[in-house]
């Protein structure tokens, strides 16, 4: 019954995550539903162990998940043969850009706690 309860805790705050998305705003429900649930953890509305079974168990079946996405590109790479030189150069700028706005936010939060001890 503990993991029927979270899992019905997560999927219910899917579903307003959902309703969310009927909003003329271009956000995923996806996205609505992540926030929603941080939200409730940082207010202590919903406690990280009404949840924290089910989740490690989503993450843990995560890479399954993925599995109609990489059939659904297998479909279309005929068609994304055409655009790899333009995929390869997005996904090489945008790995870049990435790890260089990590590194420099990991360096402020390192030099932030220095200055703060």
Not at 2 to 11: E, G, N, R, S, V
Not at 73 to 90: A, P, Q, R, S, T
């Amino acid at each position: 019954m503990k993991y029927i309860h979270q899992f019905l805790i997560i999927m219910f705050i899917s579903l307003i995550g959902e309703l969310l998305s009927l909003l003329p705003l271009p956000v995923p429900a996806s996205v609505y539903g992540l926030l929603i649930l941080l939200v409730c953890l940082f207010t202590g509305l919903i406690k990280l162990k009404d949840i924290e079974d089910v989740a490690d168990w989503l993450i843990l079946i995560m890479p399954v998940l993925f599995v109609p996405a990489a059939v659904s590109l297998m479909n279309v790479g005929d068609e994304m043969l055409g655009d790899l030189l333009v995929i390869g150069v997005v996904l090489i700028v945008s790995t870049i850009v990435v790890m260089v706005v990590t590194g420099k936010v990991a360096q402020y939060m390192i030099e932030r706690k220095e200055n703060h001890g």
